[in-house]
């Protein structure tokens, strides 16, 4: 090394010294930028009522947001009706949640909330009408109803989240 670098790394070193030695100094990671796959702005993270989110830049004019994981955008996944296929939307009614779908009350489909998910939608068959069943929660406990009700009002027992089905009479 010629005089010249050693006397640019004493300085750099210096420098480096000085500013470590401040009150007010902070050496941390730098910031990773998202973008709005809908118009290509910046996505910032935001506080709500509901938690921390992302939201676009360019809201109200794009109105895009993601769910924040340990501080990074992850898009909300959909769920949607298994009758008429629109999206189901999470509900709270007198302290139960459970999903509905948006196309209440022409599609009356509810399905109950695990762990922040609607319930599977395992096919058991409804042997009155050929759709299928659903576990519901009613006053009494948990029982499996059909997805057409109220047109048809077929039940079973649940034991341990399964239907129980009725004896055949012979």
Request: hydrophobic share 20%; proline share 8%.
């Amino acid at each position: 090394m010629s005089d010249r670098d050693d006397d640019f790394q004493s300085t750099n070193d210096h420098w480096e010294k000085e500013f470590l030695t401040q009150d007010s100094s902070y050496i941390g990671v730098p910031g990773k930028r998202y973008r709005c796959p809908k118009c290509s702005g910046l996505l910032l993270s935001k506080k709500g009522k509901n938690g921390a989110f992302w939201g676009c830049e360019n809201y109200p004019s794009c109105d895009y947001t993601a769910n924040d994981e340990e501080g990074r955008p992850v898009r909300a996944k959909k769920y949607f009706c298994p009758v008429c296929n629109s999206p189901l939307k999470r509900k709270s009614y007198k302290g139960n949640t459970f999903w509905g779908c948006v196309n209440y009350p022409e599609c009356k489909v509810t399905l109950e909330d695990v762990e922040g998910r609607p319930a599977s939608t395992k096919k058991y068959p409804c042997r009155a009408c050929g759709h299928y069943l659903i576990r519901k929660k009613g006053p009494k406990g948990y029982f499996w109803g059909c997805i057409k009700y109220p047109e048809c009002r077929h039940s079973l027992d649940d034991y341990n989240g399964l239907p129980v089905p009725r004896k055949t009479r012979r």
